[in-house]
């Protein structure tokens, strides 16, 4: 082997760099190969994101890159601006809660600690428990809270700030801070207490109205024949809230009467739509009818569309008006009772029996009734001819120089009905 070698050095030579050379452009071609492979995948997500960008418009050129830059930077200012809106109305009762509850400073965040909360309540009180073992683990661990009073009492004097009226929070303070925090009122799924909260609900609407309630006083509430089932009692809190909302915009207004309103799927097998979730956000829908003038029932549409002031957002869906004569659409959603206010005065009318009798005081009553229709037909005819004087006085007036010419008159109607329909929008 030796002597082939030294007999052959040209060739093996020649053999070995063959073969270093052949290795070296092995691994050159290996590495470039790598190198090709990474460059094509990079071509590829490079012309997937020239392909998407040509869909853009305008597109990203240098020119205006910075534009879009700018105005991304606005949108989330405009979005980190408008979603509050959307925000409980509660939500600065909650945080004062919270600020009470956990020493808080206005720097922190107060979402996590909502969330420790939860977490907490949701280790301590089983779901899986019953209403009573449930309820006597809450109370355990609300009595081993050593600031809880303290804090509760926070929540409350923010939330009458916020606008909730004092008899709509007082004795449901805990139940209201829970609700608050994301764990539903279930009234510990009890009938009785359910329509102990349901009658003074209602009965704090009614106090709110007051001679303005021209209808049943149960807003919309309504039992189905079967009765509430026991899922539905957070559904009915909730309601309850907004329905306190809405009869306050109407009792702070001028608005001549109030004849009913009806919870839009509310009863029986629909009872859970009256809530839709869509895009994040909790909708329910209401349909109430009041009397008023024009004005009135602009100003009560108004207040709806300012609501977001307070943490409140309402969609004013339409507005029918109808005049004191003619059918309401909102019969064929609510039969409403009304009230007939005139019922005493009617009864002080001369009548045929009962106290007049038939003697001589019913005789000096019906003459004294005669007298007075007599009177009263005897303006009416005085009053007829001095507006047909005054009719044949305009007549004889060129077009505009009549009295009123130009303004907007809806007939002859000072007082109409008005059937409202408003949205309520709130985040979830």
């Known amino acids: 082997m030796n002597r082939f070698v030294k007999d052959n050095v040209i060739l093996v030579f020649s053999i070995a760099s063959t073969i270093v050379v052949a290795l070296g452009l092995l691994v050159y071609g290996i590495i470039e190969w790598v190198s090709i492979s990474e460059l094509i995948e990079e071509t590829e997500e490079l012309r997937t994101k020239i392909h998407t960008l040509q869909k853009v418009y305008p597109a990203p050129v240098d020119g205006n890159k910075q534009p879009i830059q700018d105005d991304t930077k606005a949108?989330?200012?405009?979005?980190?601006q408008l979603t509050p809106v959307f925000d409980s109305p509660l939500r600065s009762a909650r945080n004062a809660f919270l600020k009470v509850?956990?020493?808080l400073k206005d720097t922190d965040n107060y979402d996590e600690a909502a969330k420790k909360f939860l977490d907490t309540y949701n280790e301590r009180v089983r779901s899986d428990a019953s209403p009573t073992q449930r309820r006597m683990e809450w109370d355990k661990m609300r009595s081993e809270i050593?600031?809880?009073e303290a804090a509760a009492d926070a929540f409350r004097k923010a939330a009458l700030k916020a606008g909730i009226e004092p008899e709509n929070i007082e004795g449901y303070v805990n139940e209201i801070v829970l609700a608050e925090l994301g764990i539903p009122r279930t009234m510990n799924e009890d009938k009785n207490e359910l329509e102990a909260f349901i009658a003074k609900t209602c009965e704090n609407m009614t106090r709110r109205l007051g001679e303005r309630l021209n209808s049943d006083e149960n807003y919309g509430i309504v039992a189905p024949q079967s009765g509430f089932a026991k899922g539905d009692y957070p559904l009915i809190a909730r309601h309850a809230a907004i329905l306190n909302n809405i009869i306050g915009r109407v009792a702070d207004s001028k608005i001549k009467a109030f004849n009913g309103i009806v919870i839009r799927g509310f009863?029986?097998?629909?009872?859970?739509?009256s809530f839709v979730e869509e895009n994040g956000c909790r909708i329910s829908h209401y349909t109430f009818e009041v009397t008023g003038t024009l004005d009135s029932i602009r100003q009560l549409a108004a207040s709806f569309d300012k609501a977001q002031q307070d943490n409140r957002f309402y969609i004013v869906r339409s507005v029918f008006l109808y005049g004191q004569d003619e059918d309401l659409k909102i019969k064929s959603?609510?039969?409403?009772?009304q009230v007939n206010k005139n019922s005493e005065e009617q009864?002080?009318?001369p009548q045929e029996g009962g106290l007049f009798g038939g003697g001589r005081r019913a005789r000096l009553a019906r003459q004294k009734q005669i007298e007075e229709e007599q009177r009263s037909q005897a303006l009416k005819k005085s009053q007829d001819a001095v507006a047909e004087a005054m009719r044949k006085r305009e007549q004889s007036l060129a077009l505009?120089?009549?009295h009123g010419y130009g303004d907007i008159e809806l007939?002859?109607?000072k007082e109409f009905h008005a059937v409202i329909d408003v949205d309520y929008i709130e985040r979830i």
């Open 267 to 273: 009863g029986g097998e629909t009872l859970g739509s």
């Open 75 to 80: 949108y989330v200012a405009l979005y980190n």
């Open 400 to 402: 505009h120089e009549r």
């Open 333 to 337: 959603y609510v039969e409403v009772k």
């Open 146 to 148: 050593p600031n809880w």
């Open 411 to 413: 007939g002859n109607i």
């Open 347 to 349: 009864a002080d009318q």
């Open 101 to 103: 509850l956990y020493n």
